[in-house]
């Protein structure tokens, strides 16, 4: 009878046992896709520019050059074409921006930032119903239903920059600086077919900068290396094409230029702007 009194004891114990000891409940905070938290690219500060006196500005070129985002190496301003937990696409992150209020978007009607768009309107030129008649399975009959097309990242085609080229003399450096951008979608026929392109709005590049700046972009070589789309545009890691400068009949190439003819005046402005600072200078 001691005997079993004993084993009732230990038995006891070790049930009890079982109930104090701490299951792995692994919830989905406690998961990390990685083997660290990636905090650089989300509390990285925008670089202030330099300042620029109008005294010190010698010459200054206006121009407005194309990003095809057909080509591989503006691949990173397209994908991913979901939302992942580090990475966005360009046009997603310029979405989220307007939607939170951080970004301001402006009509295509000029490129002179005069008439700024609400989120209303935003949201309505994004989004767009269509009534369709769909046949049911069930009876065979024609139904009418009514269709959401959203435009997404996978829409995206183009992305078109304003930007201002000028020779400071208190640096002796030739410099640029973004001062728009406007995203450019494909636009589609009934069938879905693209049948050209559409442009959405513009956004002024200096009020972007701080929402680029905390967002994470791909990088082929190494993916410790945490760059974001202020330090891809910052340091023109993009490849792209003139379409227009400053000119008294405020046209571009695509006015009066086609096919060989338009890419022969593209590199024309391409290297004005190279010899503009290399004449400066002898060697």
């Known amino acids: 009878m001691e005997i079993m009194g004993r084993?009732?004891?230990?038995?006891?114990?070790?049930?009890?046992?079982?109930f104090l000891i701490p299951f792995?409940?692994?919830?989905?905070?406690d998961v990390l896709d990685g083997i660290y938290v990636p905090e650089h690219a989300r509390t990285r500060k925008v670089i202030a520019y330099t300042p620029l006196r109008e005294a010190d500005v010698m010459w200054t070129k206006?121009?407005?050059?194309?990003?095809?985002?057909?080509?591989?190496?503006?691949?990173?301003?397209?994908?991913?074409?979901?939302?992942?937990?580090?990475y966005k696409s360009l046009f997603q992150v310029i979405q989220d921006g307007i939607t939170e209020g951080t970004i301001t978007a402006y009509d295509v009607i000029d490129d002179e930032f005069k008439s700024p768009m609400t989120i209303d309107q935003v949201n309505a030129k994004l989004a767009s119903t269509d009534t369709q008649y769909v046949e049911n399975f069930e009876t065979g009959e024609l139904e009418q239903?009514?269709?959401?097309?959203?435009?997404?990242?996978?829409?995206?085609?183009?992305?078109?920059?304003?930007?201002?080229?000028?020779?400071?003399?208190?640096?002796?450096?030739?410099?640029?600086?973004?001062?728009?951008?406007?995203?450019?979608?494909?636009?589609?026929?009934?069938?879905?077919?693209?049948v050209g392109l559409e442009s959405l709005f513009w956004i002024y590049y200096p009020q972007a900068r701080y929402v680029f700046a905390n967002q994470g972009v791909f990088n082929r070589q190494n993916d410790a290396e945490r760059r974001t789309y202020e330090d891809v545009f910052w340091k023109r890691m993009?490849?792209?094409?003139?379409?227009?400068?400053?000119?008294?009949?405020?046209?571009?190439?695509?006015?009066y230029t086609k096919g060989i003819a338009f890419q022969f005046e593209s590199e024309r402005v391409k290297n004005e702007l190279f010899l503009q600072e290399h004449d400066l200078w002898s060697f």
Request: proline share 3%; net charge neutral; hydrophobic share 35%.
């Open 145 to 194: 239903t009514v269709i959401t097309n959203e435009t997404k990242s996978v829409h995206m085609r183009q992305y078109r920059l304003k930007e201002d080229w000028f020779f400071d003399r208190q640096k002796s450096v030739q410099d640029t600086r973004i001062i728009g951008m406007m995203p450019i979608k494909a636009k589609e026929d009934e069938s879905g077919n693209e």
């Open 7 to 18: 084993f009732e004891k230990l038995l006891g114990v070790f049930v009890i046992g079982l």
């Open 62 to 86: 206006r121009v407005w050059r194309n990003i095809d985002l057909k080509e591989k190496i503006n691949h990173p301003l397209y994908y991913p074409l979901e939302e992942k937990s580090t």
């Open 238 to 255: 993009f490849n792209s094409y003139i379409i227009k400068e400053a000119n008294v009949y405020d046209r571009s190439f695509y006015d």
């Open 24 to 29: 792995n409940d692994v919830s989905g905070q």
